[in-house]
């Protein structure tokens, strides 16, 4: 009984270390899920805050642009399939193309020299610009998380740590290829 007891101290001794060894990695990386997690949430709210702005945007430049329907068709159904997006990846995918659908709103806006003057479309402007840049605020901050997180997912000896519990790593919110290029503006009117 006694060599018996000294094997099960022994096997409960490395538990014990090997459970203190796994803990600190796999801790850090729960916070760091969890600080992603927290980063993604701001960028959702600044992403709803625009979602909710674009209908207003969208029937203001309709009393001036009636003729330019392809435009608001393609912002429709872009802010649809924002609404319809359920991961992060999806929401990234469905944002981006919402981004650059409202870039060609924005476009035929500037054949419209009275709807540049019209004092609502002008607040609803400002509070898009004001929006877009918090969008790229907390992008930014996302960003910046998922890549200390991404780092310490597929870092040795945490890597291993990460793959047993499911912990993966998390996309980035990347500007659209199109937001890569400057916009066409054709001010000749042909």
Same mark, same amino acid.
């Given at each position: 009984?006694?060599?018996?007891?000294?094997?099960?101290?022994?096997?409960?001794?490395? @538990? @014990?270390?090997?459970?203190?060894? %796994?803990?600190r990695?796999?801790?850090?990386?729960?916070?760091?899920?969890?600080?992603?997690?927290?980063?993604?949430?701001?960028?959702?709210?600044?992403?709803?805050?625009?979602?909710?702005?674009?209908?207003?945007?969208?029937?203001? @430049?309709?009393?001036?642009?009636?003729?330019?329907?392809?435009?608001?068709?393609?912002?429709?159904?872009?802010?649809?399939?924002?609404?319809?997006?359920?991961?992060p990846?999806?929401?990234?995918?469905?944002n981006?193309? %919402?981004?650059?659908?409202?870039?060609?709103?924005?476009?035929?806006?500037?054949?419209?020299?009275?709807? !540049?003057?019209?004092?609502?479309?002008?607040? %609803?402007?400002?509070? %898009?610009?004001?929006?877009?840049?918090?969008?790229?605020?907390?992008?930014? !901050?996302?960003?910046?998380?998922?890549?200390?997180?991404?780092?310490?997912?597929?870092?040795?000896?945490t890597?291993?740590?990460?793959?047993?519990?499911?912990?993966?790593?998390?996309?980035?919110?990347?500007?659209?290829?199109?937001? !890569?290029?400057?916009?066409? @503006?054709?001010?000749?009117? !042909?």
């Amino acid at each position: 009984m006694g060599n018996a007891f000294k094997v099960i101290l022994i096997i409960l001794a490395v @538990v @014990v270390v090997l459970a203190l060894f %796994l803990s600190r990695p796999y801790n850090q990386l729960v916070t760091l899920d969890e600080e992603v997690n927290t980063a993604w949430s701001q960028v959702e709210n600044q992403l709803q805050r625009r979602y909710d702005l674009i209908p207003n945007l969208v029937e203001t @430049v309709k009393g001036y642009a009636s003729h330019e329907k392809e435009v608001f068709v393609e912002v429709t159904k872009a802010r649809a399939s924002v609404g319809g997006a359920k991961t992060p990846e999806e929401k990234i995918q469905a944002n981006n193309q %919402l981004t650059s659908a409202l870039s060609r709103l924005l476009l035929v806006v500037e054949r419209y020299p009275e709807l !540049k003057a019209n004092e609502n479309f002008i607040r %609803l402007q400002d509070e %898009l610009a004001g929006t877009e840049n918090r969008i790229a605020v907390e992008r930014r !901050k996302y960003n910046e998380k998922v890549k200390i997180y991404n780092q310490k997912v597929r870092r040795f000896p945490t890597n291993m740590i990460a793959g047993f519990f499911g912990f993966e790593k998390r996309p980035y919110f990347e500007a659209p290829t199109e937001a !890569k290029q400057a916009p066409k @503006v054709d001010f000749s009117g !042909k």
